[in-house]
T-cell receptor, first 112, second 113 residues
Framework: QKEVEQNSGPLSVPEGAIASLNCTYSDRGSQSFFWYRQYSGKSPELIMS????GDKEDGRFTAQLNKASQYVSLLIRDSQPSDSATYLC????????????FGKGTHLIIQP | GAVVSQHPSRVICKSGTSVKIECRSL??????MFWYRQFPKQSLMLMATSNEGSKATYEQGVEKDKFLINHASLTLSTLTVTSAHPEDSSFYIC?????????FGPGTRLTVL
């Protein structure tokens, strides 16, 4: 089982709609969870971080964490064409290990 | 947000040569930096954790003698790919730890001929 799993997509969403991105992780000891956006040929850009169960909202973005289900999601409201990118889910295990484990990413396409 | 720079952004070299990549935190001090590698259509893979003033911690399967890491100051970490081969061609990205998160540099695309 892969440590961090994401559906690679592409996920196609009409402009103005809600894009829903999902991620599962295998290590129950994981403590910190991040969503990064990566445009083709560029490095990742941090969008959201979440550390406790529940929802966390920042502008058009909402991150959701359910540790019991080992599930993290990202909702993007009022999707814009500029949101088209690959979204990477990353997990930090804790216990002194600071490096991040990334999923392969979901390719999101916002259709004008 | 915190700004991390990398140099060079792109490098092409011949097989057998060594390549040094620099990672700098521009407006903050970074005790801990990380080096990742990303092959086409793959996820970022952590190579090593670089701690200022001490030896780097390498992930399983990463050869420490091939990928030399030096973190001599609080704003600079370097990765040297020694005796590079075509299979080392990849996108190398550094990041700096800021609080609980990490901010990434723009990456270095290495092509080994």
């Amino acid at each position: 089982q892969k440590e961090v799993e994401q559906n690679s997509g592409p996920l196609s969403v009409p402009e103005g709609a809600i894009a829903s991105l999902n991620c599962t992780y295998s290590d129950r000891g994981s403590q910190s969870f991040f969503w990064y956006r990566q445009y083709s040929g560029k490095s990742p850009e941090l969008i959201m971080s979440i550390y406790s169960n529940g929802d966390k909202e920042d502008g058009r973005f909402t991150a959701q964490l359910n540790k019991a289900s080992q599930y993290v999601s990202l909702l993007i409201r009022d999707s814009q064409p500029s949101d088209s990118a690959t979204y990477l889910c990353a997990v930090r295990k804790g216990g002194g290990a600071d490096g991040l484990t990334f999923g392969k990413g979901t390719h999101l396409i916002i259709q004008p | 947000g915190a700004v991390v720079s990398q140099h060079p952004s792109r490098v092409i070299c011949k097989s057998g040569t060594s390549v040094k990549i620099e990672c700098r935190s521009l407006d903050f001090q970074a005790t801990t930096m990380f080096w990742y590698r990303q092959f086409p259509k793959q996820s970022l893979m952590l190579m090593a954790t670089s701690n200022e003033g001490s030896k780097a911690t390498y992930e399983q399967g990463v050869e420490k003698d091939k990928f030399l890491i030096n973190h001599a100051s609080l704003t600079l970490s370097t990765l040297t790919v020694t005796s590079a081969h075509p299979e080392d061609s990849s996108f190398y990205i550094c990041s700096a730890k800021v609080g609980e998160g990490q901010f990434f540099g723009p990456g270095t695309r290495l092509t080994v001929l």
